[in-house]
């Protein structure tokens, strides 16, 4: 321990080389090439990288394709914005990103989070856009990523289930073509669904569960090979995993293939997409102020729309990337700052580009991974396809079917949906399995971000009342004739068990039939207390001491010491070290504990 | 314990036992009894008794009277409202009281906190007196007690200390005699002091400070007797006694007797107390709507007025009452619940008799138990003298000048502020002592009820903060050649715990030279973990097994056995249990760890 070497600088030293190696770390190149990635992979970059970072790059775009779209209309965005969102957080993201798995783009729950606000104006996406980025970016920088350790797993958990429930929720709309609003809530959602049955579409209805179907199957259906099969056959079962993971692009371009020839022929059946504005978007800071039923609203009004509420897109944003970050990151150790300023970076960006909030998606980076890329480059290349596409082929993606798009969306959800988590919170941890369901509930009838507060504030109150409840091992034992009671009081003891550890001892002490013990409190593995519970634990021991008890305080850190004798100096006596309590225990009492007398 | 025992009768028989034996517990004679003490000691009252009683009753009521016209001054209240407060709530808690020493009626802080109500209407005191005493009577029979747990020993101190403070200098005001308004604060009633300061009247502040000198002097002024002195000197010491403690009343008197000869020589130097309503109170249930600036408020508005601060004055309440029958308790055990039924009682019917809410008050509890009180008998004896004084003495009152009740005000606000804490903060806990002068400015600048609320919230977040960082203890020994980390898990590790320990548990095993270790972890003194903490630190073990370090769940309680193999199986293997390490490092590894390989 430092403050027990006698070589330990004073404490202006330690300060001042504190304070230089902080300036050391911020002016050192290697710091900051440490947050720059790309300065460290690029320089060393190899051609047989390319040819897998571009496999890579192609089969996530492929998907980013008819997820950015379906995501644009979650929030009720232009389609065109779920593009754009898949390549300027996917080209700035190849520089700061220290993942090279993690595949950022829109996501289904961010863009759930934002339908609210842009049901008043779309100008509130790229505002949120912009704020996401500054808050993530604020984290990062202030270094408060410990502030997600108080979301707990399972609130993460219930909160993507919530999630994917109301988003599925929303899709009945266009999966079965009624009429009606999809709802802000899952709640909201099925009771339109309910109300709106009768208006039920059958050829959408056909055609977005011949998708569900068709995504399923191939989800599923790989060719096993062996190592005795023939190249034919393994040639023909690696052509097949690029299909299965192109699955979704294809469901999309088989349907837009039939709803185009129908219409040739004069039918349109189905609900189509509608046209996508192509090309680049407009370039320039997002607004500032935006005209919602005749009324402008200024920036603060803006940020008055968002609220509070508004905190959970940046929130839910670190909690995605991060979580999927590590869920891929296999035994190296994810930096935490650094994903942040990544994500935040990308937001900020990308707001400058007509871009909904963007982070990592557990689907694209599962593809991305499983496509075997070696570096963020394949990152850069999905930008560059999806680029592609919506510069040359918007036109065409007029005649995608809403049906389908809504079939990938349910689809994708319902993978996201971990219930082995229930399962095991039901046979470990009943009151945690009650903040997933209360996350849940909330989430699924009030809103998101309140299942998220809801969860958290609950487990804020399950730690409260477990640190003002703190376990006191307690032993009875009998050495050379003395009936001993041992009380272990361990880590820390917090000051709402003040009233509890007092209580506890004396009734522990006073409660047994013997009327003279030996009281031994092992303080080893203590390691503070707060002042009230000192104070209490002292009048308890005072207490004990006039109840004819004899009391130790075995073993408690010399740090400690001030604290109980500034309340009681007679408490001195009864502090004892030793490897064990016999080495104290034989000794005469006096030489130890004191009994007051009033 | 019960699970082991094979005796343990089912869950349904269980829940039937525990229902019935609440229902005896609510139908049993003594249980009432326990809740209505009068029942238990006015049946054995004894003759003896009685003059104790009755001198304790009457040396608290000759305190009671000024300080009760002072403290309804505080609040901006007819002087009579303090006296009423003063006899009804002796009477119920005459009743209902556990404690013999405690004395309840109105003090400085509780008049402080209603102050900003009643300068909208005097109604509002009322009002409060009964909600005050609802909540409070809900705490005590919901058994909410442990939630006054939370606000821990700095932050009432520091909070008693802004509250002396602000009552101190909103004195200024009647002590100099100056204009202005006394202000809601401490920083306001200085401001307003320092800006008025021209308006001094020296008679005023001279017979101010005279009673301050006189009160501190007789405060100090004990007659000490020895063993040897003659009966005459016991007698005057015994009597110089009684005196002391009457000295509040006999300032009063002096002061009083004083401007009623200069008003018979046509002199007012000083400001007076003015007209007091004699004879009893309107009896009545309490105004349920009230006009303020001609607008009349419904009962809704009314609390609407009060709002969330509102429960600053239930709080307040509670924690003084209690804070001082544990101080005059001595080692009996002070029943929260108990006392809290008894206060809210008391507020609850003097509500009915135009009473300001009321509690346990310092100075005359303490004054109470030196004037030996026997039983609950005194607190009625007193409510009657002051009852007898505001029928027969109310005109006298008149001529009471303010400055003398400013004086006996600032004395016993200092008496009330205890530094003490002060310094044993500086040298054994520097964070709690800066949660003691958080709660002590905050309530001096922006409002006492906002003291204590910064300070819990402060103390809930260094609480929150050391749970997120637990302390695991760790040694590094050689047993039978090999290498062994042994780390304590203690206590409960609670969810946002999860990423340090898991990062803590891999920094430690990983980065320590020799390449390959026996890693124990000792988790005997581990009560509970969460389900977050337990799925990192599986993910850490099964890192560790892959670096080929070989680990040990040391006597890790079964009942904790399924959450961890709920999340890796393999896991079981790594359990083992015993009374010394030797017992199972000597055997083969392979018998209990598992080398994961992927």
């Not at 090279?100 to 008043?120: F, Q």
């Not at 005209?291 to 009004?301: E, K």
């Amino acid at each position: 321990m430092d403050s027990d070497d006698p070589r330990q600088p004073l404490l202006g030293h330690r300060a001042g080389r504190s304070a230089r190696r902080t300036l050391v770390k911020l002016c050192g190149l290697q710091s900051w090439r440490r947050r720059i990635p790309i300065t460290v992979w690029l320089p060393n970059y190899k051609l047989e990288y390319l040819f897998r970072d571009l496999i890579a790059g192609i089969t996530v775009g492929l998907t980013s394709i008819p997820q950015g779209i379906a995501y644009a209309m979650i929030a009720g965005l232009p389609a065109q914005v779920g593009l754009y969102s898949s390549i300027f957080p996917g080209l700035v993201y190849a520089i700061f990103s220290s993942c090279k798995d993690v595949t950022v783009g829109p996501t289904a729950i961010l863009a759930a989070l934002l339908a609210k606000y842009v049901a008043k104006s779309p100008d509130f996406a790229y505002l949120a856009s912009m704020l996401t980025g500054f808050v993530i970016l604020c984290l990062g920088v202030l270094q408060l990523g410990f502030l997600l350790d108080f979301i707990s797993k399972p609130v993460i958990s219930g909160f993507t289930t919530a999630a994917a429930l109301q988003i599925s929720a929303a899709q009945l709309k266009s999966l079965f073509r009624i009429a009606g609003a999809s709802g802000d809530t899952f709640i909201s959602a099925v009771i339109n669904f309910i109300t709106n049955i009768k208006t039920v579409q059958p050829w959408d209805t056909l055609l977005g569960f011949a998708s569900i179907i068709v995504l399923l199957i191939m989800k599923r259906s790989h060719i096993k090979t062996s190592p005795t099969d023939n190249r034919w056959r393994v040639t023909v079962s690696n052509t097949w995993l690029y299909v299965i993971r192109a699955r979704n692009a294809l469901v999309v371009f088989v349907s837009l293939a039939l709803a185009y020839i129908l219409y040739r022929y004069g039918l349109t059946p189905f609900k189509l997409t509608g046209t996508i504005k192509g090309g680049l978007p407009r370039f320039g800071p997002p607004p500032f102020t935006t005209v919602v039923n005749n009324q402008t609203l200024s920036f603060g009004q803006m940020l008055g729309v968002f609220g509070a509420e508004g905190l959970a897109m940046p929130l839910v944003a670190i909690l995605e990337s991060i979580a999927i970050a590590k869920a891929f990151a296999g035994s190296n150790v994810v930096d935490s700052s650094q994903e942040m300023l990544a994500i935040g970076a990308c937001n900020l960006v990308s707001s400058f580009a007509q871009s909904m909030p963007a982070t990592g998606s557990f689907t694209r980076t599962a593809l991305n991974h499983a496509s075997g890329v070696i570096t963020p480059a394949g990152s850069a290349f999905k930008a560059c396809l999806v680029l592609l596409a919506v510069t040359l082929l918007a036109e065409a993606f007029y005649f995608i079917p809403r049906a389908t798009l809504a079939g990938i969306i349910m689809v994708a959800m319902v993978s996201i949906i971990d219930l082995t988590i229930v399962k095991r919170l039901w046979t470990s941890s009943k009151s945690e399995l009650c903040v997933w369901l209360l996350t849940v509930i909330v989430g699924c009838c009030v809103g998101l971000e309140y299942g998220i507060a809801a969860g958290a504030a609950v487990d804020a109150i399950r730690a409260a009342v477990s640190s003002a409840r703190p376990h006191v091992h307690c032993e009875y034992f009998k050495i050379n004739n003395y009936d001993c009671i041992l009380m272990r009081l361990v880590g820390t003891l917090s000051y709402s068990s003040a009233e509890y550890v007092a209580k506890f001892v004396r009734s522990r002490a006073l409660d047994t039939p013997t009327s003279r013990h030996v009281i031994i409190f092992d303080a080893a593995l203590l390691r503070a207390i707060d002042f009230g519970v000192a104070e209490n634990l002292t009048t308890a021991i005072v207490d004990l001491q006039k109840h004819e008890h004899t009391v130790f305080i075995w073993n408690l850190d010399p740090k400690l010491h001030g604290l109980f004798t500034d309340i009681h100096p007679d408490l001195n006596r009864t502090f004892v070290a030793g490897s064990s309590i016999e080495s104290f225990i034989g000794l005469p009492s006096e030489q130890h504990s004191v009994n007051i007398t009033t």
